[in-house]
């Protein structure tokens, strides 16, 4: 492994992101077990991190060519460092809400699209990616209303932190994830006649009600840290982590139960 120097005051955190492989895999793997392998086909995979599964993705698909797009520098650089000596495999650094593709035998994107706030338009941007026969993979999270998610809300809306946020904190991203009947909907208003939607819950021992701190921190946290001076974020995280151990308790170990929707589709 070459080593890779990243300055993640851009919000995304690649160590950070890591801590939880294990936990963020199992939802990779049930997306991934619904694709079809495409033998030397063309993927695209939007939101590929570190590129870790990405990897995987490439070598399960049986790919030609597979693209990493994220908008991530330093989740692209280590994505680089590590893997950019895999055959057939690229990343480029891109935005999911204008990204624009062709000629692609799956559209892959796992746990990146909630960040894109219309999905009927971003679903059928993916689909006009596809050539004949193609298919589009997606896995969001849906877990926006599980104490984690709502108090990071409750407390950027606290002084001082609302102030330098100027009375405009990060959108609750679950505002703009569907249900999965809609999902379903759309996938078949696409054209899809092939498809699999559905919601699970993924149970995540974690060792202890504060990992639940480590793991947002990871993600739902990132715009946060953008936007907040380092000593203001540290202020933020450990606001966040009085508030969260109020409402949850300090438990060891604590199950994190984690919603989220998987939706596979084929197209003619």
């Not at 801590?19 to 495409?38: G, I, M, N």
């Not at 609302?162 to 609750?172: N, Q, R, V, Y």
């Not at 505002?175 to 999902?183: D, G, K, N």
């Amino acid at each position: 492994m070459r080593p890779v120097t990243v300055t993640p005051i851009e919000g995304w955190n690649p160590e950070q992101y890591e801590r939880f492989h294990a936990e963020r895999r199992k939802p990779f793997d049930d997306l991934l077990a619904l694709c079809a392998p495409v033998p030397q086909g063309r993927v695209a995979d939007l939101g590929c991190g570190t590129g870790s599964l990405t990897v995987e993705l490439h070598r399960h698909m049986q790919a030609a060519e597979t693209v990493g797009i994220d908008s991530s520098a330093s989740m692209l650089a280590r994505a680089h460092a590590d893997h950019g000596d895999v055959a057939g495999l690229s990343f480029a650094r891109g935005d999911i809400a204008t990204w624009l593709g062709g000629g692609f035998d799956l559209v892959f994107a796992n746990a990146s699209l909630h960040w894109v706030d219309d999905h009927l338009n971003l679903l059928a941007r993916m689909r006009t990616a596809l050539c004949a026969g193609g298919q589009l993979a997606f896995q969001v999270p849906s877990n926006y209303r599980h104490p984690s998610h709502v108090l990071a809300q409750q407390v950027a809306n606290e002084a001082p932190f609302i102030d330098a946020l100027e009375d405009d904190p990060p959108p609750d991203r679950g505002r703009f994830v569907l249900s999965p009947e809609i999902y379903a909907d759309l996938l078949y208003e696409l054209g899809a006649r092939q498809q699999v939607v559905r919601m699970e819950v993924y149970g995540h021992e974690l060792s202890s009600t504060g990992d639940v701190v480590e793991w947002v921190m990871g993600t739902l946290l990132t715009p946060y840290r953008t936007r907040l001076s380092p000593e203001l974020f540290a202020a933020f995280v450990e606001r966040y982590r009085e508030r969260l151990l109020e409402e949850l308790g300090e438990r060891e170990p604590y199950f994190y139960g984690f919603r989220r929707i998987l939706c596979w589709a084929r197209f003619p």
